[in-house]
């Protein structure tokens, strides 16, 4: 257990619709990372937050977007949902902002039919 | 920016044999590099990483990687196997200066068979 909590475990919605994943990092750790893992793209990197601040973006769409809250879990809000945005949204945290701690949750499955 | 490359998408290997995933990165900078692996229907898990000083890195459940910065390879291995073994491996590359995130391969599908 890397003590990185991700819900829902698994989500099953169609196309146009909007979903919102959490993620609650490791006890004391300040940055939150989200991937998303597709069997095309691979592991592509979407954002980062630390502290409640945005530090850094990746390949996310405009559709997407995420927040984190003072209680340092984070939202990735997902909108107008594509059969293409099916994947598994994983996120990570670390202690600082750098990444040579990163533990990984188990991912919210998101299938879009 | 950085990027790597997994050169074996699949690896079967017999339990008991010894196993080398191959990695290689592409970097303008100093960088830190890492192993994950990911069972079935789980996370991502570190196996282990460089960051400075000895390129021979030990990691979890007896596994190793050697950094070589004239190859720009940092590849994995393990003398023997086990069927518990059966995973998929990640290498990882983000620059050691400054706040990036870390850049993943495609990943290699080790396969144990008995």
């Known amino acids: 257990d890397s003590g990185v909590t991700q819900t829902p475990k698994h989500l099953i919605t169609a196309t146009g619709q909007r979903v919102t994943l959490r993620c609650s990092p490791r006890?004391?750790?300040?940055?939150v990372y989200w991937y998303q893992q597709s069997l095309d793209q691979g592991l592509q990197f979407l954002i980062q937050y630390y502290n409640g601040e945005e530090r850094a973006k990746g390949n996310i769409l405009e559709r997407f977007s995420a927040q984190q809250f003072p209680d340092l879990h984070s939202e990735l809000n997902l909108s107008s949902l594509e059969l293409g945005d099916s994947a598994l949204y994983f996120c990570a945290s670390s202690p600082r902002e750098g990444n040579t701690e990163a533990f990984f949750g188990q991912g919210t499955r998101l299938t879009v039919v | 920016a950085q990027s790597v490359t997994q050169l074996d998408s699949q690896v079967p290997v017999f339990e008991e044999a010894p196993v080398e995933l191959r990695c290689n990165y592409s970097s303008s900078v100093s960088v830190y590099l890492f192993w994950y692996v990911q069972y079935p229907n789980q996370g991502l898990q570190l196996l282990l990483k460089y960051l400075s000083g000895s390129t021979l890195v030990k990691g979890i459940n007896g596994f190793e990687a050697e950094f070589n910065k004239s190859q720009t390879s940092f590849h994995l291995r393990k003398p023997s196997v086990h069927i518990s073994d059966t995973a998929e491996y990640f290498c990882?590359?983000?620059?050691?200066?400054?706040?990036?995130?870390?850049?993943f391969g495609k990943g290699t599908r080790l396969s144990v068979i008995a």
């Open positions: 006890s004391g750790d300040l940055s």
């Open positions: 990882a590359v983000t620059r050691n200066s400054g706040n990036t995130p870390l850049v």
